[in-house]
């Protein structure tokens, strides 16, 4: 059975940082493409950040220069770096797991909020 459980969300004033992870198991997660996509409130599901088997990364513009998508492939984990937080940076963020299939995580809540 294929598990994505993201964990790190939270309430972050603006111009705060948190760092979501996403456990994988029942994958092997080193040869998935992992990203992170986030939904907010009305909007619809948007592409934050990829990472492939091999390391390369992609990034939404919206947050390239403030957020870095990581990998650990001997934890099974999805990392992803947030700095520089604003409002626009709420919502709910997903990881997904691509190759073999498609899976999907159950979501973190992120709140930029003073």
């Known amino acids: 059975q294929v598990q994505l459980v993201e964990s790190g969300g939270g309430l972050v004033q603006p111009g705060g940082s948190l760092r979501l992870s996403c456990a994988a198991s029942g994958i092997n997660f080193s040869i998935y493409t992992m990203g992170w996509y986030r939904q907010a409130p009305g909007k619809q599901r948007e592409l934050v950040a990829t990472?492939?088997?091999?390391?390369?990364?992609d990034y939404a513009d919206s947050v390239k220069g403030r957020f870095t998508i990581s990998r650990d492939n001997a934890k099974n984990t999805l990392y992803l770096q947030m700095n520089s937080l604003n409002r626009e940076d709420t919502a709910v963020y997903y990881c997904k797991a691509n190759r073999v299939g498609t899976y999907w995580g159950q979501g973190t809540q992120v709140t930029v909020s003073s």
């Open positions: 990472i492939t088997s091999g390391g390369s990364t």
